[in-house]
């Protein structure tokens, strides 16, 4: 998840079939695969990581991301009434303003998510076509915009779903990561010695133990962004007591196959020659291992996979807010639909802020991780607040458990603790930088929110609570401005 939004798409665009255990594990456990795993040997290395460390994060995420995994599980039970995605559950736990953040959060977090595939798409291509320069030059930024704009045209036509393109994603997405996994094993490339070194000496930095692990927590949550879509396709179990099983079952392979990518990828080369490989940084370890024919097909799947998973991002980029508007929570206008219903006024707004990214992203030389990092720290309130409204939920509502999900209402409840406690955590890891430009993302947000209550003759910001939360993102914004301007902080 990351590729939030080809995930998000394959859930809400499922087929009306029900799939038994075996069927739906493996349905879940190819939406949550994203084209992460393709970066983050290199990613982790590179943010000064020693292998101790990226295994301590690799294990703190495991529990975190299963803890708020099974707490959108036990949501979709106990309150399948609430339909306008995880954003809704902040809107029931906590008000409309603080539901509004959190559709503006995933939004943001979206189309942010589209520009990282964009930057690793292109990143990709410079194997075959150097011209593109690592993917976020201005040869990059022209492809990249006549491709989503040819999407948008795509959708306007009232496209939802190319089944083929789907079919096409998962195979590109799973096959390169497996032959890497088992050539690695087969041919006898994994060096244990270099591995032992890479666990105590191979960081590339001086940092402290906790930093360097903090280092890498945005990036184990990168690969899991999405994990709310998985849950989605639990409608289509032949049996009730499929989908708890399934679900857990299929986050348990995830976790593995992303471990194993990691694991293998130190024993193959050291830390430090890891942190400097192009991006995607498995075709570089399969290079190192098998020879080139290894970077070939890693590359080919990254830019097969990440080309369908641009018209999934697409589409749900456009979606949220259209669907945000629909419910009452966004401007009117982003309610407004073409001929074919397509929601075109969110397809060109979502798409023109992509632009003026992308050419940030000329200008500024940020790279793919740059973009990624922030998306994931954007999706971290709704995870936050929906982890946050079911905690509330197994102290306030207990009779809604009873019937709907197994288990005792004190594991659930240790449960949704730990998922707000891990996203407390993953936005601290987020660092000065992260933080800083989320605080200057939800900002904007406000106005959009103070016209649509307008709009609609609706009253706002009113309770205390929510008076407090725009001080809040007011008072942060002002801040990481200041400290942009006197240069306590550089993009």
Do not use: H
């Not at 969110?346 to 023109?352: G, M, S």
């Not at 955590?425 to 939800?442: C, E």
């Amino acid at each position: 998840m990351d590729e939030s939004a080809s995930k998000d798409v394959s859930a809400k665009r499922a087929a009306d079939e029900t799939l038994g255990g075996f069927r739906l594990t493996a349905l879940i456990v190819t939406i949550i695969i994203g084209g992460g795993v393709f970066t983050l040997a290199g990613d982790q290395a590179a943010g000064g990581a020693s292998g101790y460390a990226i295994m301590t994060a690799w294990g703190i995420s495991g529990v975190g991301v299963l803890c708020l995994v099974l707490s959108f599980y036990a949501l979709s039970r106990i309150k399948p009434e609430l339909k306008g995605g995880i954003y809704s559950y902040a809107n029931a736990g906590f008000g409309d303003f603080v539901g509004f953040n959190s559709a503006w959060g995933y939004w943001i977090s979206v189309l942010l998510c589209t520009v990282s595939f964009l930057a690793l798409l292109f990143g990709a291509l410079t194997y075959f076509f150097p011209i593109f320069g690592g993917g976020n030059n201005l040869y990059s930024a022209i492809g990249a915009s006549v491709l989503i704009w040819f999407y948008v045209f795509l959708a306007s036509r009232g496209i939802k779903e190319v089944t083929g393109i789907n079919v096409v994603i998962t195979i590109s997405k799973v096959v390169p990561i497996f032959v890497a996994i088992f050539a690695i094993i087969f041919f006898q490339k994994f060096d244990p010695a270099l591995f032992v070194s890479n666990l105590t000496n191979g960081a590339v930095t001086d940092m402290p133990f906790w930093n360097q692990v903090s280092s890498t927590m945005m990036i184990t949550i990168w690969v899991f962004v999405g994990i709310e879509g998985a849950v989605a396709v639990s409608g289509r179990a032949k049996r009730e007591k499929d989908v708890g099983r399934a679900t857990v079952t299929a986050f348990v392979c995830v976790f593995i196959i992303y471990l194993m990518v990691s694991m293998l990828s130190m024993g193959v080369l050291p830390l430090s020659e890891l942190a400097t490989l192009e991006n995607p940084a498995l075709a570089g370890v399969m290079e190192a291992a098998v020879g080139p024919w290894g970077a070939l097909l890693v590359n080919c799947g990254v830019v097969l996979s990440l080309i369908g998973a641009v018209l999934g991002s697409t589409m749900v980029s456009s979606e949220s807010p259209f669907e945000a508007a629909q419910q009452g929570v966004f401007i009117k206008a982003f309610a407004k639909t073409n001929k074919r219903g397509a929601p075109i006024v969110t397809l060109i707004v979502t798409n023109i802020i992509i632009e003026l990214f992308l050419v940030a992203m000329i200008f500024s030389e940020q790279t793919y991780q740059f973009f990624y990092s922030i998306s994931s720290g954007m999706i971290l309130l709704p995870y936050l607040l929906s982890a946050a409204y079911f905690a509330k939920l197994t102290f306030t509502e207990r009779e809604a458990f009873e019937g709907r999900v197994g288990g005792s209402l004190l594991l659930w409840r240790v449960l949704a603790i730990v998922g707000v406690v891990y996203s407390l955590f993953i936005a601290y890891a987020s660092g000065p930088i992260g933080l800083t430009i989320m605080s200057l993302l939800y900002a904007p947000g406000i106005l959009m929110y103070i016209k649509g209550k307008r709009e609609r003759k609706e009253p706002y910001l009113q309770s205390t609570r929510d008076k407090i939360v725009v001080a809040v993102i007011l008072v942060a914004a002002v801040t990481s401005i200041s400290l942009l301007a006197t240069g306590w902080v550089s993009l």
